[in-house]
C-alpha cells in the first residue's frame, strides 16, 4: 500500500512550449487528485520564450536546468529529486492532463504493490489538423495491461526512481524504455491501464518534423540498445536490427521503381509495387483495431514503413558520431510557440 502522505507531485517538463504549458499546467490545477494534495512543478531547460516566469506566474514550482546537451531525463530527474510526493505524475509540457486519470492510476498502485509504473491512454489533441497528427495518433494506442514500458506521461513510485536512481540523463532519447527495463530487472511491472490520460499537441505540419521525430527513434534504438547489449534483456537489440533490413528494404524499393522504370523494364517495376501493396495491405489488416477509418489505417500502414528510412538514418548517424567520438546534441523536431 501507498504511504498515506497525502501528496502527489505533478512535473511537467519543457521547453520552449508557449501556451502549450500554460495549458498544460492549468490542466494540472484543475484535475480531480484523488483527495490528495497536487504539488506541481515545473522544469525548464533552458527556454527562450519566458516559460520559467509565466509558469511562477501561475503557482507552479519553478527549477530550471542547463546542462551542456538538455534532455528530458535531466528534467525529469531534476523533477522527482525536488518533489516531496510519494507519487510523481510525469508530464510533457505540451500535454493536457485529463481530469480523472489521477484517481483511477493512484487506485492501481495501491492494490498492487508490484507496480511501479502506471500510465493511460495518450491521443492527439487535433488528429485532423494535419495528415502526420492523424496518422501519428495511432502509435500512441496500446492494449491494456503489463506492458515493457510507458511513455514520457506516467505516474511512478517515488520509491522506485530512488532506488532505481531515476532516468539516465545521459540518454537524449528513449530514457523510459532504458528506466523501465531496469525497473522489470528489479522485479517491478508497468500497467497499462484503459484510462485516458493526457491530449498530445504534436503540431506537426512539416515533412521535416516528421523526419526528425522519426529520426529521434533511432537514435534511441542504437543507444539504448548499446547499453543493454550481451546483458540478459537486450533491450531494443531485435528492433535494431530489424529496422536495418527493413529500412534498407523501403530505401531499396523507393530507389529501385523508378530506375526500373528508367531502365525499360516496367514489369520489375510493377511486381515490386504489387509486392509492396501487399505488404501494405497486411499492415492494415494487423492495425485494424487502432482505428475505424479506412483511410487512416492506410496511412498509417504506410507511415509504419516509410518510417523505416529515417528511424535507419538515426541509428546510423549516431554510430557515426560515436565512431567519431561525438555526442549528438537533443534531436528536436517542434518549433517554439510563442
Known amino acids: 500500500m501507498l504511504e498515506q502522505q497525502p501528496v502527489v507531485s505533478v512535473v511537467v517538463i519543457g521547453r520552449n512550449e508557449g501556451d502549450r504549458l500554460l495549458q498544460c499546467l492549468r490542466s494540472v490545477q484543475s484535475a480531480d487528485a484523488g483527495g490528495r494534495t497536487v504539488e506541481l512543478i515545473y522544469v525548464d531547460s533552458a527556454s527562450q520564450d519566458g516559460s520559467p516566469e509565466r509558469a511562477a506566474a501561475l503557482g ?9 546537451r538538455p534532455s528530458a531525463a535531466t528534467g525529469r530527474n531534476a ?15 505540451d500535454t493536457v492532463l485529463e481530469r480523472d486519470f489521477l484517481p483511477q492510476a493512484l487506485r492501481e ?29 495511432l502509435d500512441w494506442v496500446y492494449p491494456a ?29 528513449g530514457e523510459e524504455p532504458e528506466l523501465c527495463a531496469r525497473l522489470r530487472a528489479l522485479g517491478y511491472r508497468i500497467r497499462h491501464i484503459d484510462v485516458p490520460m ?36 537486450p533491450l531494443w537489440s531485435r528492433e535494431s536490427r530489424r529496422n536495418f533490413w527493413h529500412g534498407g528494404l523501403v530505401l531499396t524499393g523507393l530507389v529501385a521503381v523508378p ?17 509492396a501493396a501487399a505488404v501494405i495491405g497486411r499492415s492494415v489488416w494487423r ?28 541509428q546510423l548517424a549516431w554510430r557515426w558520431a560515436r565512431r567519431r567520438g561525438q555526442v549528438r546534441k537533443l534531436i528536436e523536431y517542434k518549433a517554439p510557440q510563442s
Not at 198 to 221: F, I, N, P, S, V
Open 198 to 233: 493526457t491530449r498530445h499537441d504534436l503540431a506537426m505540419t512539416r515533412w521535416r518534423q516528421y523526419w526528425r521525430r522519426a529520426e529521434r527513434a533511432g537514435h534511441a534504438y542504437a543507444e539504448v540498445s548499446a547499453l543493454f547489449a550481451g546483458s540478459s534483456s
Open 109 to 137: 498502485l495501491e492494490d498492487s504493490p508490484d507496480v511501479a509504473v502506471v500510465w493511460g491512454h495518450r491521443r492527439e489533441i487535433a488528429p485532423s489538423a494535419s495528415l502526420y497528427n492523424r496518422v501519428l495518433d
Open 79 to 93: 523533477g522527482w529529486q525536488a518533489a516531496s510526493g510519494t507519487c510523481v505524475l510525469f508530464l510533457d509540457g
Open 259 to 275: 530506375l526500373t522504370l528508367l531502365a525499360g523494364m516496367p514489369e520489375v517495376a510493377m511486381a515490386a509495387v504489387v509486392a
Open 60 to 68: 507552479a514550482r519553478v527549477l530550471c536546468v542547463s546542462p551542456a
Open 287 to 314: 492495425s485494424r483495431w487502432k482505428s475505424a477509418n479506412a483511410g487512416t489505417l492506410l496511412a498509417y500502414a504506410l507511415h509504419s514503413h516509410l518510417q523505416q528510412v529515417p528511424i535507419l538514418w538515426g
Open 145 to 173: 495491461g503489463d506492458t515493457a514500458f510507458c511513455g514520457g506521461d506516467a505516474l511512478f513510485r517515488r520509491s522506485v526512481l530512488e532506488r532505481s536512481g531515476g532516468f539516465d540523463d545521459a540518454l537524449i532519447a
